[in-house]
């Protein structure tokens, strides 16, 4: 339970169809960096508000609440990674490693060490879980509202997790969540931000754990045309702040190249990649099913998939073909393959 809409109607929901339902809402945010939270985010200083409002969102049901401590967890995983993805020149996806390691792994091996014992864990994802009897498989499907599904971030979730899960709003849209908290009298939570950004500040730099290091900024024939104060604080497709001045067209960031501190940045056409290599893959549905459907491909959350070809490699490696060259195809962000609703699997880009 966030304190928001999704996860209180979720908890209503159960308990309207009968089961026993336990709230669970956890601890992240330590104190430790000096920072103004100037918008609704997952970390940051205003998580003491959303912990009261979930406690009070339990009491309302009639339900237990816990609060689990995973402040050493949060740092040790999700913040570690962000640092470390920023400072190899790749542009970090936290809510993905949030969602597999932390939300779906160490709180509920916390709650379950602290004695809150529990048959199934809920979220107010908008996500859905299906079982194929043919592969003897557990499915992650979309949310039936397209403009609120979350089952990208989900992805990384393994078989044992799945099997455990429930996603009561996975069949709703979000005017009908709207809907259900306004008949259980949850009107409050109807005007509460939705936490949909990483962080509550403006300056992740605050995350990284080794100082920027300046370096040159090049075209893509290798000539330096500028300077840039730190590659962590660049990504794929970024046009602003690049500071090249007298440039015939915008120049955008191609690629950032870790080991010679270095930015390539060029004419937005060599933005479009005819496909990707990706590493770190999940096969949802197993692989050897894979190339005998057709597959779609979201490289970012917010993109809509587009139609591709998919060839499993050694290992968890994975080729992607677009069938259209696409933009701004960004290493360390996320590539989810879809069948219809049916998440394929996802790994992290590597490369173009």
């Given amino acids: 339970m966030s304190g928001g809409i999704d996860s209180t109607v979720a908890a209503w929901l159960l308990k309207e169809e009968g089961y026993a339902v336990v709230g669970l809402t956890m601890k992240i945010w330590d104190g430790s960096i000096a920072c103004d939270a100037v ?4 970390y940051g200083p205003n998580e003491a508000s ?13 339900i237990e609440h816990h609060v689990m401590d995973l402040c050493g967890e949060y740092r040790q995983t999700v913040l570690a990674y962000f640092s470390d993805e920023y400072r190899g020149g790749r542009t970090p996806n936290p809510c993905v490693v949030c969602n597999s390691r932390i939300k779906f792994g160490s709180l509920i091996e916390k709650a379950l060490s602290s004695g809150v014992d529990f048959d ?6 908008y996500a ?5 009897h043919r592969t003897a498989r557990y499915l992650l499907m979309r949310g039936i509202d397209d403009s609120k599904d979350q089952s990208y971030f989900l992805h990384r979730l393994s078989q044992e997790q799945l099997a455990r899960v429930l996603f009561p709003l996975g ?5 009908e969540v709207k809907a259900m908290a306004l008949k259980a009298g949850f009107t409050e939570y109807l005007e509460k931000r939705e936490s949909q950004d990483f962080l509550e500040w403006d300056d992740y730099g ?21 300077r840039h104060r730190g590659i962590a604080f660049y990504t794929v497709g970024q046009r602003r702040t690049l500071g090249l001045a007298g440039m015939k067209e915008p120049f955008y960031v191609l690629t950032i190249n870790a080991e010679r501190n270095e930015i390539v940045a060029g004419p937005r056409k060599h933005l479009m990649s005819g496909g990707l290599t990706a590493g770190d893959m999940n096969w ?3 692989v050897q099913f894979v190339p005998s459907r057709p597959v779609t491909a979201k490289i970012r959350s917010t993109a809509p998939p587009v139609p591709c070809e998919v060839t499993p490699g050694p290992g968890d490696i994975a080729e992607v073909r677009f069938t259209d060259p696409q933009e701004s195809v960004t290493p360390g962000q996320s590539v989810v393959l879809y069948s219809d609703d049916i998440v394929v699997g996802g790994g992290t880009i590597r490369k173009t």
């Fill in 284 to 286: 949802i549905v197993p």
């Fill in 206 to 226: 605050t995350l990284l754990t080794e100082p920027a290091r300046p370096g040159d900024i090049v075209d893509p024939d290798g000539t330096v045309i500028g």
């Fill in 128 to 132: 859905r879980i299906s079982y194929d």
């Fill in 120 to 125: 199934l864990f809920a979220t107010g994802h």
């Fill in 39 to 42: 918008r609704s985010g997952c």
């Fill in 50 to 62: 959303d912990i009261a409002d979930a406690k009070k969102a339990a009491q309302r049901l009639g």
């Fill in 171 to 175: 069949g709703y849209r979000k005017e």
